[in-house]
């Protein structure tokens, strides 16, 4: 059964930062690529970044461009988001998502989602 | 980056069928796979369709996706609705550049 549970969300104050960090199992971490995507509570989703499987392709939101890092750890099957700088624009409740294509670098679709970890950013 | 735009909502009675809109601002329609996604209050999203028309695994055949060149837009159509269908559904696609692209979602009654 594949299982995707993100974990490091919380309240931060404006210009801080927080990792979250996604812990997959039920599948070959190392084949396939993987995104963090997010939703303001109420509203529609937003993808935020992605990376593939051997980190080679990147890509970020033009919205968190700059200020978030996304990287993953094969050996620990973990994805990570680094979020820097945070704006009070990022509050959102944040999924980490499979990618479907096998072994490429090119972005396609989700097949497999979190729960999601909810970050609150205010003073 | 192109945009993906849906109705904001649609509404339907039990049995009928619904169909759901998604443009494509620029660009082909048909030059990257547009996918659905169905997403219930308090759930992640789950995917319904993708690769334009090709339903995921153990949803109904009710469910069927397709694009229109014409219109540069893609359809997730619902037939024999029930009122387990009621949920939020997102179009999503991808461009050449890496970046992925979803719909700002619509909602769907089922009255």
């Known amino acids: 059964e594949v299982q995707l549970v993100e974990s490091g969300g919380g309240l931060a104050q404006p210009g801080r930062s927080l990792r979250l960090s996604c812990a997959v199992s039920?599948?070959?971490?190392?084949?396939?690529?993987m995104h963090w995507v997010r939703q303001v509570p109420g509203k529609g989703l937003e993808w935020v970044s992605g990376?593939?499987?051997?980190?080679?392709?990147?890509a970020y939101a033009d919205s968190v461009k700059g200020r978030f890092t996304i990287s993953r750890d094969n050996a620990k099957n973990s994805l990570y988001l680094q979020m820097d700088r945070l704006r009070a624009e990022d509050t959102a409740l944040y999924y980490c998502?499979?990618?479907?294509?096998?072994?490429?670098?090119?972005?396609?679709?989700?097949?497999?989602w979190g729960q999601g970890t909810l970050v609150a950013v205010s003073s | 980056n192109f945009m993906l735009t849906q109705p904001h909502s649609v509404s339907e009675s039990p049995g009928k069928t619904v169909t759901i809109s998604c443009t494509r601002s620029?660009?082909?329609?048909?030059?990257?796979?547009v996918q659905w996604y169905q997403q219930r209050p308090g759930s992640a999203p789950t995917i319904v369709i993708h690769?334009?028309?090709?339903?995921s695994s153990g949803v109904p055949d009710r469910f069927s996706g397709s694009i229109d060149s014409s219109s540069n837009s893609a359809s997730l159509t619902i037939s024999g609705l029930k009122t387990e269908d009621e949920a939020d559904y997102y179009c999503?696609?991808?461009?050449?550049?890496?970046?992925?692209?979803f719909g700002r979602g619509t909602k769907l009654t089922v009255l």
């Open positions: 039920g599948f070959t971490f190392d084949d396939y690529a």
């Open positions: 999503q696609s991808y461009d050449n550049s890496n970046h992925v692209v």
């Open positions: 690769e334009d028309k090709q339903r």
């Open positions: 998502a499979k990618d479907n294509r096998y072994s490429s670098g090119y972005f396609t679709y989700f097949d497999f």
């Open positions: 620029s660009g082909d329609i048909a030059s990257n796979f």
């Open positions: 990376i593939s499987w051997s980190s080679t392709y990147i």
